[in-house]
């Protein structure tokens, strides 16, 4: 009887860790058609020059990278319950502080190699990517 018992534990742990698995595969694979669809976008409004693509791109693909250990610290920051909540709002005004830095440092790099009217339209464009993102979520929510 102990032995159908842990055999049947090791199947349902085994089973739970697989499942684990494929959600964080497909939200990675979701996350990957989400980028490419931003690249396409971004690509499109900027109408970058081959060589003004092969530039552009790695400063920015860097840039999604600082980004993104910023949220993620952000949001990890944020689970804390422990944190008094006047620590919580000086650990947020630091992020946005971070936040704009780091878009300051970007903005210098970018112009190395775009023109400034190019970095211009890159902040419309992500920003009506953003929009555009909201706008399906919000869409697929009501049905």
Same mark, same amino acid.
């Given at each position: 009887? /102990?032995?159908?018992? +842990?055999?049947?534990?090791?199947? %349902? @742990? $085994?089973?739970?860790?697989? &499942?684990? =698995?494929?959600?964080?595969?497909?939200?990675?694979?979701?996350?990957?058609? @989400?980028?490419?669809?931003?690249?396409?976008?971004?690509?499109? +409004?900027?109408?970058?020059? !081959? =060589? #003004?693509?092969?530039?552009?791109?790695?400063? *920015?693909?860097?840039?999604?990278?600082?980004?993104?250990?910023?949220?993620?610290?952000?949001? #990890?920051?944020?689970?804390? !319950?422990? %944190?008094?909540?006047?620590?919580? @709002?000086?650990?947020?005004? !630091? *992020? #946005? &502080?971070?936040?704009?830095?780091?878009?300051?440092? *970007? +903005? +210098?790099?970018?112009?190395?190699? %775009?023109?400034? #009217? /190019?970095?211009? $339209? $890159?902040?419309?464009? =992500?920003?009506?990517?953003? =929009?555009?993102? %909201?706008?399906?979520?919000?869409?697929?929510?009501?049905?």
């Amino acid at each position: 009887m /102990k032995g159908l018992v +842990k055999k049947g534990l090791l199947c %349902i @742990i $085994l089973f739970l860790n697989m &499942s684990t =698995e494929l959600i964080a595969q497909e939200r990675r694979e979701h996350y990957q058609r @989400i980028e490419a669809i931003k690249v396409a976008f971004i690509t499109k +409004k900027l109408d970058l020059t !081959t =060589e #003004e693509a092969q530039k552009f791109w790695p400063v *920015y693909n860097n840039y999604q990278k600082e980004l993104m250990v910023m949220m993620r610290k952000r949001r #990890e920051d944020r689970q804390k !319950t422990d %944190i008094d909540p006047n620590e919580k @709002i000086n650990a947020d005004l !630091t *992020y #946005e &502080s971070r936040m704009l830095d780091l878009k300051k440092k *970007y +903005k +210098k790099l970018y112009l190395k190699v %775009i023109p400034a #009217e /190019k970095v211009l $339209l $890159l902040y419309q464009a =992500e920003r009506e990517f953003r =929009e555009h993102l %909201i706008k399906q979520l919000k869409h697929r929510k009501r049905d």
